[in-house]
Nanobody
Framework: VQLQASGGGLVRPGGSLRLSCAAS????????IGWFRQAPGKERERVSC????????YYADSVNGRFTISRDGAKNTVYLQMNSLKFEDTAVYYC????????????????????WGQGTLVTVSS
């Protein structure tokens, strides 16, 4: 399984960026895929996820209403449209994927011990 993330960069507060994550190598028809981020000195946190089986999405409270996750099934690519970016959105963003059933329940976000792509740096600065 490979996850190729791209789209990070430098943007001013209030600006927008779109991250992409191209997934390949999955044998399962359905899985959970999403974005996590880690800012300097902070723990990794879930940002947004989407289930490939039913399209259910998850957003962290900190990004709800500003970020939109979407998926192009034909390209096996997940996008994260980030609008109204804030200083506190500065972080390395990671794409992750894995089975949606773990711990005895179904989840929209992949488990932490799933597959990870390389990070892409998003810097929000004036």
């Amino acid at each position: 399984v490979q996850l190729q993330a791209s789209g990070g960069g430098l943007v001013r507060p209030g600006g927008s960026l779109r991250l992409s994550c191209a997934a390949s190598g999955f044998t399962a028809d359905y899985y959970a895929i999403g974005w996590f981020r880690q800012a300097p000195g902070k723990e990794r946190e879930r940002v947004s996820c989407i289930s490939t089986s039913d399209g259910v999405t998850y957003y962290a409270d900190s990004v709800n209403g500003r970020f939109t996750i979407s998926r192009d099934g034909a390209k096996n690519t997940v996008y994260l449209q980030m609008n109204s970016l804030k200083f506190e959105d500065t972080a390395v963003y990671y794409c992750a994927a894995g089975g949606s059933y773990y711990g005895g329940s179904y989840y929209t976000c992949p488990p932490l011990d799933g597959y990870w792509g390389q990070g892409t740096l998003v810097t929000v600065s004036s």
